[in-house]
């Protein structure tokens, strides 16, 4: 059974009058990697220096363990924060970095040393204790930024978009290091980034933030192969929309037009209704490109084409100007897989693949917050 | 490599620079290191042999306690810099944009007027029939009027108006510098307020307080008009002696000597910055 560590209600937080929280509530497991994913300004780095204590709540409260902490400062919390310019203090070597918080403790010598010893060695720092931090590497910094905070073992570490400064290669490592680190240790990591890759092969759960409020809350595949709303959909990976209406209801499908395309898929979980219009969602791998002669698909034309190496990414333009991502795996034994620009296709999905939501239609706001 | 027809301005720029700094600043301070080795001369100013007389008699008593005493003075100008210079800057670097402006547009505005006119009108505030006593008197404070002029006090407040600007600005800067994220990751670690301040805003401050401190303790040493006009006779500072030996005393190799020890010391204070800075990784590695 799952078991809530901390425990975040109704918070709400504005800033010179502008709402940046609103009424927001979320519920962290022990033992969980959760991520807070949204773009900047959606409220998940004011939410992080909530749970750390460097900003209050304006209404709501925080609970950690059954315990109130929302009005209790910072260095009284039994978390710890990995900040995004690692926020190492200059003037000490890498051991005092990370002896820091211990001898806040009042911790005795003989345990900070051999504590300092085992988190730099956790990290694979244990040559670098009595270098300075601008000696040091980004990704050196990083680890001892890291090391710094779980030497304390704390309940719950806070990461705030750690790996943004490093680049791609290393992003990598530091990824799967964290990954095992958190592992290792059994501490609750909430981790806050813009970047969705990142948080959806990381997390065990994913909070989807915009705006204040939580958009999704779910396992990283949930949110990818189920997205609660178009923002989602838009923010985490790439998505086709096609506009459809329903057709006829069914028991356990509708029949969807689409394109003039009649397609029986199955029912969604919200009400529908004949006439209704529907978004149909498909990822660019959904999305399979047929030869212009074959009976079903929707016409159009090959605007754009990227090998990728593993994949071959192409954008389709269909004839009413609809722009189409396709993402198709190579296949050897496929001698009309690789077309040519200009060239016309028919563009149709897998069945069962799509994923449908009512049918707003994307605000202005949605379409500037995805770019 | 480029010739020196190529580069024209460069080359310019480099003789003027160097031009400066062989015959303003080398040539004037040899020149100084040469009289400080001479023998004194009623007729002449300098005259041969050369010994070290001069520096001898900077330990005489008589002008050692001089020196003590205007170090002193100096000391205590500096630290009250620092009192008033160091919340003030902190406060300073907190302060919106548009104030952080206007205060510091204060500050610099003394500037404007000469520094011996502001002594003299310090002198007015402090004197016995001055603003100061006029006013403790008029609220009934006190019934006689305080001698405030020809005191230590006199002078030491007298060079604190005159450099709590040199304290404030290099502060002004360490502040604006040190990261809030610093700030908030000690306390993150679980140190409060006081822990924070002792082990992370001093530390990260100390390279701003040194430069404070250089550019005011020299300078409250040698700022001689200052005890001239506030200090009566008692109350001298080494500038006082080193313009009593060039002026009115015609030794010049004492003068000499004596503010060479002022130049040591600044160079002292100098290489104590720069190691200061260079401990949190401000230069090179």
């Known amino acids: 059974m799952k078991q809530t560590l901390l425990s975040l209600s109704n918070l709400s937080k504005q800033f010179g009058g502008k709402t940046v929280l609103d009424g927001l509530d979320l519920e962290i497991y022990d033992g969980e990697f959760i991520t807070l994913l949204g773009p900047s300004g959606c409220g998940k780095t004011t939410l992080l220096r909530l749970m750390a204590g460097f900003e209050h709540p304006d209404e709501g409260s925080i609970t950690l363990a059954g315990e109130d902490l929302t009005h209790t400062a910072p260095e009284n919390r039994p978390l710890n924060t990995v900040f995004q310019h690692y926020a190492l203090f200059p003037h000490m070597s890498v051991f005092d970095n990370v002896a820091y918080g211990l001898k806040m403790e009042k911790r005795p010598k003989d345990e900070i040393r051999q504590r300092v010893d085992e988190a730099l060695a956790m990290v694979q720092l244990q040559d670098f204790a009595r270098r300075k931090p601008h000696q040091l590497s980004g990704g050196q910094q990083q680890r001892v930024a890291i090391a710094r905070a779980v030497v304390k073992r704390p309940r719950l570490l806070l990461l705030d978009e750690p790996l943004s400064a490093l680049d791609y290669k290393l992003r990598r490592t530091m990824q799967v290091e964290l990954k095992r680190l958190q592992r290792e240790l059994g501490i609750t990591f909430v981790f806050v980034t813009h970047d969705q890759e990142e948080a959806l092969s990381m997390s065990d759960r994913v909070v989807v933030l915009k705006d204040g409020l939580v958009q999704q809350l779910g396992t990283p595949r949930e949110v990818y192969e189920r997205p609660a709303n178009l923002f989602t959909a838009r923010f985490v990976g790439e998505t086709n929309f096609f506009p459809g209406t329903v057709e006829s209801v069914h028991d356990g499908s509708i029949t969807v037009d689409v394109f003039g395309l009649k397609r029986t898929l199955r029912r969604p979980d919200f009400a529908v209704r004949e006439g209704q219009p529907l978004n149909v969602l498909l990822r660019p791998e959904d999305i399979r490109v047929l030869d212009p002669a074959d009976e079903q698909g929707v016409a159009g034309k090959i605007v754009e084409r990227n090998y990728k190496g593993s994949t071959l990414d192409s954008v389709i333009h269909l004839d009413d100007g609809t722009e189409v991502l396709a993402s198709e795996f190579f296949d050897e034994d496929d001698p009309a897989f690789d077309y040519r620009l200009g060239e016309p296709v028919k563009v149709s999905w897998v069945d069962g693949w799509e994923w449908l939501l009512p049918g707003e239609t994307a605000t202005e706001e949605e379409l500037s917050a995805d770019a | ?285």
């Open chain 2, 1 to 285: 490599m480029h010739s020196v027809m190529q580069q024209p301005f460069k080359t310019a720029v480099l003789i003027l620079v160097w031009g400066w700094l062989l015959f303003l600043v080398l040539a004037p301070n040899l020149l100084v290191v040469g009289a400080s080795v001479m023998t004194r001369d009623p007729a002449t100013f300098l005259s041969l042999p050369l010994n070290l007389d001069a520096y001898r008699q900077l330990f005489d008593p008589l002008y050692l306690e001089v020196f003590l005493h205007s170090l002193y003075m100096a000391a205590m100008t500096t630290l009250v810099c620092l009192l008033i210079g160091y919340p003030f800057a902190w406060a300073l670097s907190k302060v919106g944009k548009q104030r952080q402006l206007i205060l510091i547009f204060l500050l610099i505005v003394p500037f404007w007027t000469n520094s011996l006119v502001r002594t003299y009108a310090l002198k007015l505030i402090l004197a016995t029939n001055g603003l100061l006593n006029n006013a403790l008197m008029s609220i009934g404070l006190i019934d006689e009027p305080l001698q405030l002029l020809y005191t230590e006090g006199a002078v030491i407040i007298g060079l604190v108006y005159l450099l709590l600007p040199f304290m404030i600005l290099p502060l002004y800067s360490v502040f604006e510098d040190l990261k809030q994220e610093l700030l908030l990751a000690s306390h993150d670690l679980g140190a409060g307020r006081l822990s924070t301040f002792i082990n992370v805003i001093v530390p990260l401050t100390l390279p701003g307080v040194l430069a404070g401190v250089m550019l005011v303790l020299l300078p409250a040493m040698g700022l001689f008009f200052v005890p001239d006009i506030l200090g009566g006779s008692r109350n001298l500072l080494v500038g006082n002696v080193i313009k009593n030996q060039f002026l009115d005393a015609r030794n010049w190799p004492f003068g000499a000597a004596a503010s060479i020890v002022l130049t040591v010391t600044m160079a002292f204070l100098m290489f104590a910055h720069r190691l200061s800075k260079r401990r949190i990784g401000e230069e090179g590695a």
